[in-house]
């Protein structure tokens, strides 16, 4: 199994670009998530979604940040317009039906300048 | 709603020494709890889990975790730790059954000195 596959690795943008990173779930897993890591904030959860439906998105920071999920495997978090306090380490988390256990991309590090 | 203290920010200890991660939660429901580790620039992979059943769980890399309901604890620990332990260890809960969302703790940076 691949496992999650988060893109870009890494993204460097200037402050007011539009950004977009990606991720693949688990093949056959219908519940996926996206976290953010910051230093000063640690781990939060961005929003999930159950089925390609979002479930939560009450920790969404605000309207610059969007995400989809079209299809049950692909999913996209977009910022727009990006600023410099958007920096941080995105993960993308994915979980079977009745499966506890959320299996973790490795992480996409943006970096807004 | 679930929230997680991780005693200690940060842990050094010798190679080959004992050491316990600490771990307290607070919900009014019940629980699934987890530890996860973070290797340096990696994302998070699973340590271990407790669902239900025996409160002594035991995880990979010799790893265990002891769910203490009455002190709301599950406490990480590892008779003897090696060099390549050195991470960041981040305990989580979730609730039981329903919306399966992790709430994570802020997170130890265990050092392991040779």
């Known amino acids: 199994d691949a496992g999650v596959i988060q893109s870009p690795r890494h993204e460097v943008t200037e402050m007011g670009q539009e950004v977009t990173l990606r991720c693949k779930p688990i093949s056959g897993h219908n519940s996926l998530f996206w976290y953010r890591q910051t230093m000063m904030r640690g781990l939060e959860l961005l929003i999930y979604f159950n089925n390609n439906v979002p479930i939560d998105d009450s920790g969404m920071p605000e309207d610059r940040f969007s995400a989809k999920m079209p299809n049950a495997s692909f999913s996209t978090l977009k910022i727009q317009p990006s600023e410099p306090r958007d920096s941080a380490v995105y993960f993308c988390?994915?979980?079977?039906?009745?499966?506890?256990?959320?299996?973790f991309g490795p992480g996409t590090r943006l970096l807004v300048l | 709603a679930q929230s997680v203290t991780q005693l200690d920010s940060q842990v050094p200890v010798f190679e080959e020494a004992p050491v316990e991660l600490r771990c307290n939660y607070s919900?009014?429901?019940?629980?699934?709890l987890f530890w996860y580790v973070q290797y340096p620039n990696q994302g998070l992979q699973l340590l271990l889990k407790y669902l239900s059943g025996s409160t002594l769980v035991k995880g990979i890399n010799g790893f265990e975790a002891e769910f203490n309901k009455s002190q709301t604890s599950f406490h990480l620990r590892k008779p003897s730790v090696h060099i390549s332990d050195t991470a960041e260890y981040f305990c989580a809960v979730s609730r039981f059954q329903g919306a399966q969302k992790l709430v994570f703790g802020q997170g130890t940076r265990l050092t392991i000195n040779p």
């Open positions: 988390a994915s979980n079977g039906r009745n499966q506890e256990t959320q299996y």
């Open positions: 919900s009014s429901v019940s629980v699934y």
